[in-house]
């Protein structure tokens, strides 16, 4: 329990080596897969219930078409500041290279 406390505090300061952006990327892959779980679960139970699906199709649909979108956005958002990371990085070490040329 202490380690988690330890990460989540990690979270909130700065340049402590833990990224938020991956949390919030694996947070919501699990939360999607959760509810995802709980609506085939649900489907199955409406099913042998009465033998019908009563369930509305089109709003599970949306649903989950909303939690998709939430994971690729916060995955867009890790592969963005990751490239620009990346990218600052090499164009600092090829103007230190140029610098340090005779």
Request: no cysteine.
């Amino acid at each position: 329990m202490e380690k988690l406390i330890n990460y989540m505090k990690g979270l909130i300061r700065n340049n402590s080596g833990t990224s938020s952006k991956s949390f919030a990327l694996v947070m919501a892959s699990i939360v999607g897969s959760f509810a995802i779980i709980s609506f085939i679960v649900m489907l199955f139970v409406d099913l042998f219930s009465s033998y019908e699906i009563n369930t509305d199709l089109v709003g599970l649909a949306g649903i989950i078409t909303a939690l998709g979108g939430l994971i690729s956005l916060i995955f867009w958002g890790k592969v963005r500041s990751e490239r620009r990371d990346n990218y600052s990085t090499y164009t600092e070490y090829e103007s230190n290279e140029e610098l340090e040329e005779p």
